[in-house]
């Protein structure tokens, strides 16, 4: 990547196990390719979302503009929101930045 490089196939992987005598050497494939509606994406896709907004605006926005529901919100080891919360738990939440 630092080199320009965009085709797949200029990229090798190479890993070492110290516990065993084992060296493999691999070339990464492409990631699988899956579909929401008539739009592609990979598990390395992302959504750009710019702006402060609330909880509850992020939820209206992934319905609005890509009509998709979200069902659960975690940063690192943190459950933000989910749809199993307490009712006054998830209120609550809905007012946050």
Sequence with gaps: L???H?????FKNGFI???LPFFAFSEP???PKQKYYENEFTL?????VTGEMTL???L???KTVHN????MLSQGVCMLYSFFLQEPKRRERLDLK
């Design 68 to 71: 998709l529901e979200i069902t």
């Design 2 to 4: 630092v080199q320009g």
């Design 44 to 48: 390395w896709d992302r959504f750009e």
């Design 17 to 19: 196990n110290l516990a």
């Design 29 to 31: 494939l492409p990631a």
């Design 60 to 62: 209206n926005y992934f």
């Design 56 to 58: 509850r605006d992020f």
């Design 6 to 10: 965009k085709k797949l196939e200029s």
